[in-house]
């Protein structure tokens, strides 16, 4: 399994970034995906972003609702976070990850998922 982010950069507040995060290395059908991130000034652990279920359905944590919309591709091959709104908060190492073949509803800490991209930047300057 291989799952590799790219789209990371830096932007002004205000403005707006796509992520993307290639996946391949499987063929199982229902997984959760999610968006991750690590805010090294605030020596914080990997928190999550967005969650994408199974079945489709995405939840944000509530910093970024309204303004991040995650979503993938049909056969979940490409996950996306668009950013909208970004703020100097948001500013940190971003990752994809994913759990394969899961049976009931996903779980949003980090160390419940086994597969993880290399990360990319997100810097936002006010």
């Known amino acids: 399994v291989h799952l590799k982010e790219s789209g990371g950069g830096s932007v002004q507040a205000g403005g707006a970034l796509q992520l993307s995060c290639a996946v391949s290395?499987?063929?199982?059908?229902?997984?959760?995906l999610g968006w991750f991130r690590h805010r090294q000034s605030a020596g914080m652990a990997r928190v999550w972003v967005?969650?994408?279920?199974?079945?489709?359905?995405?939840d944000y944590t509530d910093s970024v609702k309204g303004r991040f919309t995650a979503s993938k591709d049909i056969g979940d091959r490409t996950l996306y976070l668009n950013m909208n709104d970004l703020k100097p908060e948001d500013t940190a190492m971003y990752y994809c990850?994913?759990?394969?073949?899961?049976?009931?509803?996903?779980?949003?800490?980090?160390?419940?998922?086994?597969?993880w991209g290399q990360g990319t930047q997100v810097t936002v300057s006010s």
């Open positions: 990850a994913a759990r394969f073949d899961v049976t009931g509803g996903c779980s949003n800490h980090p160390l419940w998922f086994p597969s």
């Open positions: 290395g499987y063929t199982y059908k229902r997984n959760c």
């Open positions: 967005a969650i994408i279920e199974g079945d489709g359905t995405v």
